[in-house]
């Protein structure tokens, strides 16, 4: 289990790629995503349980996460969230 720090982000809101900002959130709270995207309809829900499963894969159990996704693949998410949960839990080189 990792604890984040801090708050941090990750990524931009160009096209074809996801703002991912995260803080640390009280314990037991799990992590709660919130996404902005123009295929929120189409692809929210599979958006939202990558993002979830990819921080959980990082031992994150507590979290907030606002994501700003402008057509991103699903390796870009996890990019992103990896970097800013390494940028959170204070890791140098990110």
């Known amino acids: ?10 990524g ?5 790629d996801i703002l991912i900002m ?3 959130a009280q314990a037991g709270t ?3 995503v919130e996404l902005v995207s123009p295929t929120l309809q ?4 599979h ?4 993002i979830v499963k990819t921080a959980s894969a990082q031992g994150i159990q507590d979290a907030i996460i606002h994501a700003n996704e402008k057509g991103a693949l ?4 996890e990019a ?11 890791e140098r080189g990110f």
């Open 22 to 24: 995260l803080a640390p």
């Open 80 to 90: 992103r969230v990896k970097t800013a949960i390494q940028r959170a839990l204070g």
């Open 30 to 32: 799990g992590i709660q």
């Open 1 to 10: 289990m990792a604890k984040l720090l801090t708050a941090a982000q990750a």
């Open 47 to 50: 958006i939202k349980n990558l």
């Open 74 to 77: 699903d390796y870009t998410i």
């Open 12 to 16: 931009t809101v160009e096209s074809s």
């Open 42 to 45: 189409q692809y929210g829900e």
